[in-house]
Nanobody
């Protein structure tokens, strides 16, 4: 059974940093695509940052220069360090995975991912 588990969320003040982790299990971490998505109350789920094993990446314009996705294959774990957090970053953050490489134009599409975690809450106070 494939499992995706996020952790690292919390309550922080604006300007501070958090690093989210996404641990996967049940599937070899070779060819892959990992995506971080978020959903704020009353808003649609949006892609934040995504990466595929063929080198494709995506960053939402609102997080470029502040967030940086990375993958540690030896630990079956993806990370999302988030710097200079803003109240607008408040949301539930979800990790999603697919064990194939997704073409770049589809990286930010939720439908392209087969496996999802349950999410971790990030709250940024002003």
């Amino acid at each position: 059974e494939v499992q995706v588990v996020e952790s690292g969320g919390g309550l922080v003040q604006a300007g501070m940093s958090l690093t989210l982790s996404c641990v996967t299990s049940g599937f070899p971490f070779e060819s892959y695509t990992i995506g971080w998505f978020r959903q704020a109350p009353g808003k649609e789920r949006e892609a934040v940052s995504c990466v595929s094993s063929d080198g494709g990446t995506y960053y939402a314009g609102s997080v470029k220069g502040r967030f940086a996705i990375s993958v540690d294959k030896s630990k079956n774990t993806a990370y999302l360090p988030m710097d200079s957090l803003k109240p607008a970053d408040t949301a539930v953050y979800y990790c999603a995975a697919n064990w194939v490489t997704i073409i770049s134009v589809a990286l930010r599409a939720p439908w392209a991912y087969d496996h999802w975690g349950k999410g971790t809450q990030v709250t940024v106070s002003s």
